[in-house]
Every structure is written in C-alpha cells, then in structure tokens.
C-alpha cells in the first residue's frame, strides 16, 4: 500500500526538536521525504501499523500534528507534481 505521510511537530523547545528528528528518522526507515515533513512509503498492512504505533507513540498529541492517507492506487495515475521532484521510483531499475 502506498501512504503518505504528514507531521508538524512543535520545536518551541529542545524536547520538540528532540521529536522532530526522532518522526522524521522513524518516516526515512519507512519511506522517502519528498517535502520538509512529507514522506512517501509503500508498506506492507503490517508495516503500516508498525508506522502508525511508532509514530503516534513519539509526538506529544497536545502539541503535535500527525496525519497518514492511504493513497488510491495505482498513483501514478493519482498524482501530479509540479517543480522539482527529487523522488525516486524504487520500481525502476537502479541501475541502467
């Protein structure tokens, strides 16, 4: 399944920041950052409730934003992008 995920973390003070990076490590281990606080991720059903545990249990929900759509599939045929887009297609071969 393909997601998207979307996070603002409030860093008004070093235990904000201190999540802030350990959200944005947990999205990296999942998927690809395609904007500041945007990921991208295809996973597993499993994987995606491993995700959601982990992230849900490091913001601080008084604070924090979380948000995490399962995207229509397929997705090309559901998204569009417009300017620089650094994202890569880890269905294409790596290597030419």
């Not at 399944?1 to 996070?7: E, K, S």
């Not at 008004?12 to 350990?22: C, E, F, I, P, W």
């Not at 959200?23 to 996973?43: D, H, K, L, P, W």
């Not at 948000?67 to 297609?89: F, S």
């Amino acid at each position: 399944m393909d997601v998207l995920v979307a996070y603002d973390v409030s860093t008004t003070d070093a235990a904000g920041r201190r999540r802030l990076r350990h959200v944005a490590q947990a999205c990296t281990n999942y998927g690809q950052r395609v904007q500041q606080s945007v990921f991208e991720c295809t996973i597993t059903r499993a994987q995606y409730e491993e995700l959601v545990d982990e992230l849900t249990n490091m913001i601080d929900e008084k604070e924090d934003s979380l948000r995490v759509y399962r995207l229509a599939q397929p997705t090309e045929e559901t998204i569009d992008t417009w300017g620089q887009d650094d994202t890569m297609d880890f269905d294409d071969p790596l290597v030419l």
